[in-house]
């Protein structure tokens, strides 16, 4: 996911911020899930850039917050080389 900025009459394209792409995660989750793999793809490229070792959510930003919705997200994250975290 790719942000598109107009400068002086051209368009450069600008990839996503962490902060942005974890909004586009949550997102994708209240949209059952859509393009889900590429928004984790966009984190993914967005942490090794800005040099983050981990993803971190707001629980109540999710559709499971329960224990078990946590350990599946991270589970699936972890399958696709990115580590979450919650905050308290």
């Known amino acids: 996911m790719a942000i598109a900025i107009r400068e002086a009459g051209r368009f450069?394209?600008?990839?996503?911020t962490v902060a942005?792409?974890?909004?586009?995660?949550?997102?994708?989750?209240?949209?059952?899930?859509?393009d889900l793999p590429t928004h984790i793809a966009a984190l993914k490229a967005a942490m090794a850039r800005e040099g983050v070792k981990e993803?971190?959510?707001?629980?109540?930003?999710?559709?499971?917050?329960?224990?078990?919705?946590?350990?599946l997200m991270q589970a699936y994250f972890r399958q696709?080389?990115?580590?979450?975290a919650f905050k308290a």
Do not use: W
């Open 12 to 16: 450069d394209v600008a990839e996503p």
């Open 20 to 34: 942005e792409a974890i909004d586009a995660i949550y997102a994708s989750i209240k949209d059952d899930n859509r």
């Open 55 to 71: 993803a971190v959510f707001e629980p109540g930003k999710l559709a499971q917050n329960n224990r078990q919705g946590r350990k």
């Open 80 to 84: 696709k080389g990115v580590t979450v």
